[in-house]
């Protein structure tokens, strides 16, 4: 099998059978705790942050969006919570393979691409009773309301370079498209 493949296959693992091996937990910590610390340089991201603090507190859009060794393993083993315990349970309650989507991009044909992705991915587990139905809708409490629209913000970034963002929110279209 090429590449694609393997990778393919590995990345299904971690959906079909993934190991919650607590041995590797805090190389993996250190490892997205090394990747955040890379993105909130970015300028795009420092951007990104700054619009989802704007947004209304009781939204999902405001909440922290990643994680970094303080919200992934300091904080839990301070509260005597074992992350890879909470991270077992969240996947049993929350993983759901009818909810999700994969693209994938290369340059092996389209039929091959699918292919690969049938082989890896048609026999995934259902997850949790109901899981179908349940679609987490985040357009409620609005993101930002009217009171918070209208803003001019200037950001400070950490290279020179010249962005202009406009924003505006959109109503929920899922039902358009059910």
Not at 39 to 61: F, G, W
Request: hydrophobic share 35%.
């Amino acid at each position: 099998a090429g590449a694609a493949e393997e990778g393919l296959d590995r990345f299904a693992d971690f959906f079909r059978a993934p190991l919650f091996n607590k041995t590797f937990v805090k190389k993996e910590v250190h490892a997205i705790d090394s990747e955040h610390a890379k993105n909130k340089q970015d300028s795009s991201y420092r951007v990104i942050e700054v619009i989802r603090h704007l947004a209304n507190p009781d939204s999902m859009v405001s909440h922290f969006q990643t994680g970094n060794k303080k919200t992934l393993y300091d904080t839990p083993k301070k509260r005597g919570e074992d992350p890879v315990d909470a991270l077992e349970i969240y996947f049993k309650n929350r993983y759901c393979p009818a909810m999700m989507r994969l693209v994938t991009y290369g340059p092996e044909p389209l039929e091959d691409q699918l292919g690969n992705v049938t082989n890896n991915f048609a026999y995934m587990p259902d997850g949790p009773p109901g899981c179908q139905f349940d679609a987490r809708n985040f357009s409620q409490p609005p993101a930002w309301p009217r009171k918070q629209n209208g803003k001019w913000i200037t950001i400070r970034g950490t290279q020179p370079e010249a962005q202009l963002w406009v924003v505006w929110t959109l109503p929920d279209v899922r039902k358009e498209f059910a």
